[in-house]
């Protein structure tokens, strides 16, 4: 009679993982799928997430400011949210040094997003002009 519960149990417990591992493979698949095609749509989407674990709406909601617009955002607005919010979560003082990270790596999201912006821009601004390079200072 025992053995019959021992091999019930072992059969249960081996179809519970299994299914579980099965599952698990059917979620990393759709995943692996998911970020295919949002590197295919937008190639920087998937390296911004992956660098700072945030999205760009998560860290506007985080600090409490508006999304870039055409990739201006207003700097000296977000760096004063975040001296307030980064100082209110003073560990020493009772905060929580977790919030505390999470309002960091929110400016260094908008900040980020700023400057690829900013870039992609002047890399426009400087082919539709041409290349006029800087060597020298008297030039």
């Not at 390296?47 to 760009?56: D, F, H, I």
């Not at 209110?88 to 400057?115: C, D, H, W």
Request: charged letters at 25%; a positive charge.
């Amino acid at each position: 009679m025992a053995h019959r519960i021992v091999t019930q149990i072992l059969f249960t417990g081996s179809r519970v993982i299994g299914r579980a591992f099965v599952e698990a493979y059917r979620q990393a698949a759709a995943s692996q799928q998911y970020a295919k095609v949002a590197g295919k749509n937008n190639p920087s989407a998937a390296n911004n997430l992956a660098s700072s674990g945030l999205t760009l709406d998560e860290a506007c909601k985080i600090l409490n400011v508006k999304p870039p617009a055409g990739g201006k955002a207003n700097l000296e607005d977000v760096t004063a949210r975040f001296k307030k919010l980064f100082d209110l979560n003073e560990p020493t003082n009772g905060g929580s040094f977790y919030l505390q990270s999470k309002i960091l790596r929110a400016r260094e999201r908008i900040e980020m997003e700023v400057k690829q912006k900013e870039a992609a821009q002047d890399m426009q601004e400087e082919a539709s002009k041409g290349w006029k390079p800087k060597i020298y200072k008297d030039r």
